[in-house]
């Protein structure tokens, strides 16, 4: 592994990345990285234009109907449980309850 350098003048995204997925890799085999989101230039057309646009049939290459599904964070998880088991924070969670678990 390569000494911290915070003073390195290096700018260049893609070489930055290179570096830490291969430090990360040296120092974590296990390790996964996932991919930086990129930024994406200002949209310039108005809502209005691309409402004509994504409703003009002839822009349409293939419609599908897509089912909504709703994913909780694990805190929302907890609540729901401790809602539905009638448990607050501050309650100490019974034996036969944590064995039924």
């Known amino acids: ?19 830490f997925n291969r430090e990360l890799g ?11 989101l990129h930024s994406f230039p200002k949209n310039t057309s108005s809502e209005d234009e691309l409402a004509k646009y ?14 909504s599904v709703c994913v909780y964070s694990l805190q929302e998880y907890a ?7 009638g448990i607050s924070e501050s309650d100490e969670v019974p034996i036969q309850l944590a064995k039924n678990l």
């Open 1 to 19: 592994m390569t000494d911290f350098n915070p003073l390195t003048t290096s700018s260049d995204v893609t070489e930055l990345r290179m570096k």
């Open 26 to 36: 040296d120092s974590c085999r296990n390790a996964v990285v996932l991919p930086f």
């Open 54 to 67: 994504i409703t003009d049939s002839n822009n349409v290459a293939k419609e599908e109907i897509v089912k």
């Open 79 to 85: 609540d729901l449980f401790s809602a539905e088991k």
